[in-house]
């Protein structure tokens, strides 16, 4: 059995969805059931007997889009663990493509971001240059970056609290660094904090690292170890939008992609492409009266 729920246009969505029965359909999957849920009646459930993920993915997107989606081959369970990727997934910015604005870099650095956000460049060596093109930069411009640059994705305060008063773990997993990471999990409500640390003496950048890296196979790794500790009956959610997140989206009972790059989407069980984060406590069915305030 597959469930897919999905969020897009209202006024074209019944023409969308017999678009999508009609190419399910034709690959021997017919629709079994669709209608809109009880709780979050914006949000459209199909279920479907049998089918392929990806191609029933494929083809809610091209009826659908632009929508939030998850599909799922079994029941849709407000998730015990939420792992996330902070830049251009918790908050709008890449934090070092910021603070290497202050080092009159941001473009160059930025260049390097992209391409390994995309997969066309191995992260490690890429984080190492980039890092490396920062050495001398003020301590100070840290605090500043934080203070003038640095903003919440929307909703995201209200999906992290909400999941916490749920009694989910929620863990904010980051190529990034703990400079950002850490004030960003008090604001937004995380519990749990995993990234790099930026080297420093005397006042300034030194342009390493201290610390082991944070990768793709450590936030998998993290998302795997917090699953040992919550025993065989819990489910994960992770989230990112890189393809240094496609690890551990692939690795979660659901992986969601945010406004992602295309190797990330495709890896995941669905997306947000349409509304904002508090479009996922809609696709888990959570009543919008138990949502945290925003």
Same mark, same amino acid.
């Given at each position: 059995m597959l469930i897919a729920r999905l969020i897009a246009d209202p006024a074209t969505l019944e023409s969308a969805l017999d678009t999508a029965s009609a190419a399910l359909d034709a690959k021997g999957?017919?629709?079994?059931?669709?209608?809109?849920?009880? !709780?979050?009646?914006?949000?459209?459930?199909?279920?479907?007997?049998? &089918?392929?993920?990806? %191609? #029933?993915?494929?083809? +809610?997107?091209?009826?659908?889009?632009?929508?939030?989606?998850?599909?799922?081959?079994?029941?849709?369970?407000?998730p015990h663990l939420f792992v996330s990727d902070?830049?251009?997934?918790?908050?709008?910015?890449?934090?070092?493509?910021?603070?290497?604005?202050?080092?009159?870099l941001k473009a160059r650095i930025a260049a390097i971001t992209e391409r390994a956000m995309q997969g066309e460049l191995d992260f490690e060596s890429a984080l190492k240059e980039r890092v490396g093109l920062l050495k001398d930069l003020p301590e100070s411009a840290i605090a500043q970056c934080l203070a003038e640059r640095i903003t919440p994705m929307p909703g995201a305060r209200i999906l992290v609290e909400t999941l916490n008063a749920r009694g989910c773990h929620t863990v904010l997993v980051t190529?990034? !660094?703990?400079?950002?990471?850490?004030?960003?999990?008090?604001?937004? &409500?995380?519990?749990? %904090? #995993?990234?790099?640390? +930026?080297?420093?003496?005397?006042?300034?950048?030194?342009?390493d690292l201290a610390a082991a890296i944070v990768d793709s196979?450590?936030?998998?790794?993290?998302?795997?170890?917090?699953?040992?500790?919550?025993?065989?009956?819990?489910?994960?959610?992770?989230?990112?939008?890189?393809?240094?997140d496609i690890p551990m989206i692939e690795a979660a009972d659901y992986g969601i992609s945010y406004y992602a790059k295309p190797k990330a989407r495709a890896a995941s069980d669905g997306w947000i492409e349409r509304g904002d984060l508090t479009s996922v406590l809609k696709l888990f069915d959570i009543p919008r009266s138990e949502w945290a305030k925003g």
């Open positions: 999957w017919p629709v079994a059931e669709a209608a809109m849920l009880d !709780f979050c009646g914006d949000v459209l459930e199909i279920s479907l007997a049998e &089918g392929d993920p990806a %191609v #029933v993915r494929q083809i +809610l997107s091209d009826a659908f889009a632009p929508s939030d989606l998850l599909v799922s081959a079994g029941p849709i369970e407000v902070m830049d251009s997934t918790m908050i709008g910015q890449e934090c070092i493509d910021e603070l290497a604005d202050f080092a009159g190529g990034g !660094f703990h400079s950002f990471a850490d004030p960003v999990a008090e604001v937004l &409500g995380f519990s749990r %904090v #995993v990234g790099n640390v +930026l080297g420093v003496a005397n006042g300034r950048l030194t342009g196979s450590v936030k998998k790794k993290t998302l795997k170890g917090e699953m040992e500790r919550l025993g065989p009956n819990a489910r994960s959610l992770a989230m990112g939008d890189g393809a240094n």
